[in-house]
């Protein structure tokens, strides 16, 4: 099958919803008065902390304040001094890697998982508040928004909801791959999240 490009026009509810509910929850490290809780030192930053995009998960992101323990290539990673308030995967005093130069208002969380892929994809800043990430995944960003795929389609773009507001980024790859590939090739028998090699 021949290279075709695939534009989801990603405006609606569900975008709108997220945003909204994120909004909410944005500020809750600074509204909890515990001082364990607030800034302590000038090494503490607010970090938006997620389980993915609106397209994976029903849980919307927080910020929280994490204090940095170390940084390599531009990854940071640091504790995380808040208690979540509706995200069961991170805790109090977890270590967390995060992205600083987003493009957006607040350095975000990452992972390995995400760093490994993202140097095979062009990711365009969103079209309304210049987010240059993601919060998933692109390969599993695909296959949530297009479960209906074929294993033999060659992804030229898309575009997907904006984690952070209504825009619409656009995600491209850097290489003429079938979509599963870009997964397969993170890393050679890998096996995370019990998904194999080809999801």
């Not at 957006?104 to 993202?118: C, D, F, S, W």
């Not at 491209?172 to 079938?178: A, F, I, N, T, V």
Request: glycine share 6%; aromatic share 12%.
């Amino acid at each position: 099958m021949g290279a075709f490009t695939l534009i989801f026009l990603a405006v609606g509810l569900k975008a709108r919803s997220f945003h909204h509910k994120f909004e909410e929850f944005k500020f809750y490290a600074l509204a909890n008065t515990s001082t364990s809780t607030k800034q302590t030192s000038s090494s503490d930053l607010q970090v938006i902390i997620h389980e993915g995009g609106p397209r994976v998960t029903q849980k919307y992101p927080e910020a929280v304040w994490v204090s940095i323990t170390a940084c390599e290539n531009n990854v940071f990673q640091g504790r995380v001094l808040n208690v979540p308030s509706q995200l069961d995967s991170i805790k109090q005093n977890d270590i967390i890697s995060f992205l600083a130069n987003t493009g957006g208002q607040y350095a975000v969380m990452t992972t390995a998982k995400y760093l490994r892929e993202r140097p095979q994809w062009k990711i365009h800043p969103c079209s309304k508040c210049g987010f240059s990430e993601l919060f998933d995944v692109p390969s599993d960003l695909v296959r949530a928004t297009f479960p209906s795929l074929s294993d033999d389609a060659l992804i030229d773009a898309f575009t997907t909801f904006c984690p952070l507001c209504d825009g619409t980024p656009v995600v491209e790859p850097l290489r003429s791959l079938r979509w599963w590939q870009f997964a397969a090739g993170r890393q050679s028998g890998e096996n995370e999240g019990g998904n194999a090699d080809k999801y």
